[in-house]
C-alpha cells in the first residue's frame, strides 16, 4: 500500500461540497486556465467569490462578461464523474499527488480511476515515445518499464500505441499511471481498452484534466503531457522525431526541474534522431533502467514539493487604481510571441503584484494566453476585432 503523504500546511483545507463545485465552475469558467485559478484564489480567497467577480474583472480587461460555467452543469459533470467511477482531487486534498503539486500549471482540479494512492509514489518515472515505435523500441521500452518497477518505481506514461503502450505493459505489476487526454473514462485509442481494464485491475491508475466524456483532441495532448512530466521525477524518450510530442513533454520536464533521459538510436531511423538530439543538449544517455536509477539516486526530490502550490488563502486585497498609462505600458510589450513575465516586470519598473493583476484582467478577457515556462502571448483576437497575428 502506498503512504499519503500528509496534507500541506500552506495550502487551505480541502474546500467542502459547495466550494469544491466553484471550484469546478471556476476552472471550467471561460479564460481561466490554471495559473489565472491561481491568482484568483489567491486574491479573493475562495471560488465562490472569485466567480462573483469575474466580470468586473473582465471588463478592467476591456472585454465582455466571460462565460461562468452554471452551476447545474458542474453538477452533470460530477454526476458523470461518479457514474465513471472516479474521483476528483483538488489541491489541498492530502491524496493530490505532491509531485504534480510542484509545477507552476497544476490544474487544481483531476480526475483518478483506480488506486489514488498510486499517485504519491516515490520515485515515480515517466517513459515515453513514438507511437510507430520500432520492435526494438517497444521492446526496450518495455524492458526499462518492467526494471524500473522492480527498483521500486511507478512508471507515468499517455496510454498512446507504441512506446506508451509497452512501457503500461511492462509496469503492470508493479505500478503504472496513465495520463489521458480526454476524460478519465474515455479509452484512446480504442485498440488499448484492455489495457486501460489491466491497469486498473493491476492497482495502476488512470488520471485526466479534462471532463469525463470528453473525446480528445489535438489542444488536448500538450496539457496532458505536462502532467506526465509533472508527476514524475524524470523522463525517459525511447523513440521520438525530432517534432514529436515526446519532445514536449521532454521540454516540459525541464521547465518543471525534472531529469531527462534518452535512448539512443541509428542517426539512419528518423525515430531516433528527437532522442539523439536531447543527448546533444544534454539529456542522459540511457541504455537500460540502471542509467536512470543512478542519476535520480544522486538527485533529491525537486525542493518545492513539500511546500509547492498555491500559497496560503490570504484575505480579499483591493485592486490596483485603473491607471490607463500603466496597462497601455504593459499591452504595448505583448506580442502573438510568448514572453516570460519576469521580463514584462523588469521592463515596465512595475510590482510582480501589479503585472500580474493587470496579465490577470486581460486573460479573463481574452487577450492573451498562458505558455509553458510562465510566458505569455496576445491571442488572435482583439478590442478592435482585427487579427492581431
Excluded at 469544491?20 to 480567497?45: C, D, M, T
Excluded at 481574452?366 to 502571448?377: F, M, S, V, W, Y
Amino acid at each position: 500500500m502506498i503512504a499519503v503523504p500528509p496534507a500541506d500546511p500552506t495550502l487551505p483545507p480541502p474546500p467542502d461540497a459547495a466550494e469544491r463545485l466553484a471550484w469546478l465552475r471556476l476552472i471550467r469558467s471561460e479564460h481561466v486556465g490554471p495559473i489565472a485559478f491561481r491568482r484568483l484564489i489567491e486574491r479573493f480567497g475562495t471560488a465562490t467569490a472569485a466567480l462573483a467577480a469575474l466580470p468586473a474583472l473582465a471588463r478592467r480587461g476591456r472585454s465582455g462578461a466571460p462565460r461562468i460555467c452554471p452551476a447545474g452543469e458542474a453538477e452533470a459533470e460530477l454526476a458523470r464523474a461518479a457514474a465513471a467511477g472516479a474521483c476528483l482531487l483538488a489541491w489541498p486534498d492530502p491524496e493530490y499527488p505532491p509531485l504534480l503539486l510542484a509545477i507552476d500549471d497544476a490544474p487544481p482540479l483531476i480526475y483518478v480511476k483506480g488506486n489514488v494512492g498510486r499517485l504519491a509514489a516515490d520515485p515515480a518515472v515517466a517513459l515515453v515515445g513514438s507511437r510507430n515505435a520500432s520492435l526494438n523500441g517497444r521492446r526496450l521500452a518495455e524492458q526499462i518499464a518492467r526494471d524500473l518497477g522492480g527498483a521500486g518505481c511507478t512508471v507515468v506514461s499517455g496510454l498512446a500505441r507504441g512506446i506508451d503502450t509497452a512501457a503500461h505493459q511492462g509496469s503492470l505489476r508493479t505500478g503504472t499511471v496513465a495520463v489521458l487526454a480526454g476524460g478519465v473514462d474515455v479509452v484512446y485509442p480504442e485498440q488499448n481498452r484492455d489495457l486501460y481494464r489491466l491497469i486498473l485491475d493491476e492497482g495502476g491508475a488512470i488520471v485526466a484534466e479534462q471532463p469525463p466524456g470528453t473525446e480528445p483532441q489535438a489542444r488536448h495532448f500538450p496539457s496532458r503531457n505536462r502532467l506526465i512530466s509533472g508527476l514524475a521525477r524524470g523522463v525517459v524518450v525511447v523513440e521520438a522525431s525530432l517534432h514529436s510530442g515526446s519532445l514536449i513533454t521532454a521540454r516540459l520536464a525541464l521547465e518543471q526541474g525534472r531529469e531527462v533521459f534518452a535512448v539512443p538510436g541509428s542517426p539512419l531511423d528518423p525515430r531516433a534522431r528527437g532522442g539523439n538530439d536531447l543527448i546533444r543538449q544534454g539529456a542522459t544517455l540511457t541504455e537500460t533502467a540502471d542509467d536512470v536509477l543512478r542519476a535520480l539516486a544522486g538527485r533529491p526530490r525537486p525542493a518545492a514539493i513539500t511546500t509547492a502550490g498555491p500559497p496560503a488563502m490570504p484575505a480579499t486585497t483591493t485592486l490596483p487604481e485603473d491607471d490607463a498609462s500603466v496597462r497601455q505600458t504593459i499591452e504595448g510589450l505583448l506580442s502573438p510571441e510568448p514572453v516570460a513575465v519576469d521580463e514584462i516586470v523588469r521592463e515596465c519598473h512595475l510590482s510582480p503584484a501589479s503585472v500580474n493583476t493587470i496579465l490577470l484582467e486581460l486573460e479573463l478577457a481574452g487577450r492573451i494566453e498562458r505558455h509553458p515556462g510562465n510566458r505569455i502571448a496576445l491571442t488572435s483576437w482583439h478590442p478592435e476585432g482585427t487579427s492581431a497575428r
